[in-house]
């Protein structure tokens, strides 16, 4: 089992940013890649970032490219998503996910996939003003 916990989410005028930090445990995380999605009042959720643990690799969605960074600490098992130049259309909730799959297969399309995810957090919410 894995237990992840997102905290970081708040309220940020448009132009601002946040970092969200995901923290990981239960277990070795040398395989795992981690995801952060979102959800939006009425919408589905979507993918927004994830990491590949082992290599470091990193998958965006487009809308999120060169404004929003995942990165990984290993020692911490913290995954982070820097956000920068917020939007107000970048206000939902966010979760972190983890991919304990042996069958990964390393592209966005995969890992944007949320159903390709065991693990969940609770989310964290981010509200983006004008």
């Known amino acids: 089992q894995v237990q992840l916990v997102e905290s970081g989410g708040g309220l940020v005028q448009a132009g601002g940013s946040l970092r969200l930090s995901c923290a990981a445990s239960?277990?070795?995380?040398?395989?795992?890649?981690m995801g952060w999605f979102r959800q939006a009042p009425g919408k589905e959720r979507e993918f927004v970032a994830a990491?590949?643990?082992?290599?470091?690799?990193?998958y965006y969605a487009d809308f999120v490219k060169g404004r929003f960074t995942i990165s990984g600490d290993n020692a911490k098992n913290t995954v982070y998503l820097q956000m920068n130049s917020l939007k107000p259309e970048d206000t939902a909730v966010y979760y972190c996910?983890?991919?304990?799959?042996?069958?990964?297969?390393?592209?966005?399309?995969?890992?944007?996939?949320?159903?390709?995810?065991?693990?969940w957090g609770r989310g964290t919410q981010v509200t983006v003003s004008n």
């Open positions: 996910a983890a991919d304990d799959s042996t069958r990964r297969v390393p592209t966005t399309l995969y890992f944007g996939a949320s159903s390709n995810y065991d693990y």
């Open positions: 239960g277990r070795t995380f040398s395989s795992i890649a």
């Open positions: 990491i590949s643990w082992g290599g470091g690799a990193t």
